[in-house]
């Protein structure tokens, strides 16, 4: 019997009876991050990161019985031995590494292998099977180095501010929006952040993150008082009557996505700017190797795909269906 099962609640240990990110209620769960894709209300206890806490918290309430672990700390459920690693994906993000009589799993979640500058960098965990993911499991997705696209979007945002106009980039509140942030230069005009992006900054600076505190979005603001300013805006509020009461404005999405030609124009943006919480080609790959993994199980995005692939250079690799689906313009 393998250490790891693929089930319709989610990735299963039998011997330590938890599931990882499990998509359904159950008894005990193993969280890689926060993000509400993997991270689910209903189940009876969670283990997670130190940095995780807090934020899982704030979204599935401070009621639920959580336990943090430090990265690299090894805790023994009925004899596996289980230890979270930095993926680099988001704040608190993990790889879950699960050893067994000799037999070592790791199940990345999401990931990314370059270093934002906020979150704990991504580092390769040994193991003998690999779990991982394949949002950006094609060699078209190439990452420029961030900085590039940072000049890009400041660039994007003083043209802007020359006219008077509101540049609003759209900003998951956990993971995109700390980058985008961190990296804005505050020299060029006054930065706003939407309620739930404020509320999220406000969770991690509670955790003593040195997060700049943007201008929160009210509706006593008044909005000629903000030409030329930055807004950070979760992605449902894109085309909303919510920006459009801003008048003169234009909108932008940050999103690996962008590099695909369509995605622009099907949400009508002027600007598009490639930038991801996720892995690239290289990177999957680079990450893979990394691991000495013979064996390789790809779940969501273009995993038919990249598993083809992963069998032509000489490693078992197989597909999961699992339930993560990111948005597109928050990846």
Avoid at 77 to 95: D, K, M, R, T
Avoid at 122 to 129: G, I, N, Q, S
Avoid at 210 to 219: I, P, R, S, Y
Wanted: glycine share 8%; charged share 20%; proline share 3%.
């Amino acid at each position: 019997m393998p250490l790891l099962e693929f089930t319709d609640r989610g990735i299963y240990c039998p011997q330590a009876d938890c599931y990882i990110d499990p998509s359904k209620s159950v008894k005990k769960a193993l969280i890689t991050h926060a993000h509400a894709d993997h991270a689910r209300a209903g189940h009876t206890q969670y283990i997670a990161t130190h940095q995780s806490v807090p934020i899982l918290r704030h979204r599935l309430g401070s009621f639920i019985k959580i336990q943090g672990v430090n990265y690299g700390e090894k805790i023994a459920v009925n004899g596996v031995e289980i230890s979270f690693h930095p993926a680099g994906h988001i704040i608190g993000s993990a790889q879950i590494r699960l050893q067994y009589r000799g037999e070592m799993w790791v199940v990345s979640g999401d990931y990314k292998l370059e270093n934002d500058g906020f979150c704990t960098p991504f580092e390769p965990v040994k193991c003998h099977t690999f779990i991982t993911e394949s949002t950006f499991g094609l060699p078209t997705f190439s990452w420029q180095d961030q900085s590039i696209v940072f000049d890009e979007i400041n660039t994007w945002w003083r043209e802007n501010n020359a006219k008077g106009i509101i540049s609003i980039i759209s900003a998951y509140s956990l993971g995109k929006a700390q980058r985008i942030l961190l990296n804005l230069d505050p020299t060029i005009g006054d930065i706003y952040t939407h309620g739930a992006i404020e509320n999220t900054h406000d969770v991690l600076r509670r955790q003593g993150f040195d997060l700049m505190e943007g201008k929160k979005v009210t509706n006593t603001i008044k909005y000629q008082f903000m030409e030329g300013s930055m807004v950070l805006a979760p992605t449902s509020a894109l085309g909303s009557e919510w920006t459009k009461r801003f008048g003169n404005y234009k909108e932008a999405i940050v999103s690996g996505w962008m590099a695909i030609r369509d995605t622009k124009k099907r949400y009508d943006m002027e600007r598009g700017f490639i930038l991801s919480d996720h892995a690239d080609w290289d990177g999957l790959n680079t990450a893979i190797k990394a691991t000495g993994a013979e064996n390789i199980f790809v779940t969501h995005g273009y995993s038919e795909m990249f598993a083809r692939w992963l069998l032509e250079q000489g490693y078992n690799a197989g597909v999961v269906k699992t339930s993560f689906s990111g948005d597109e313009t928050m990846v």
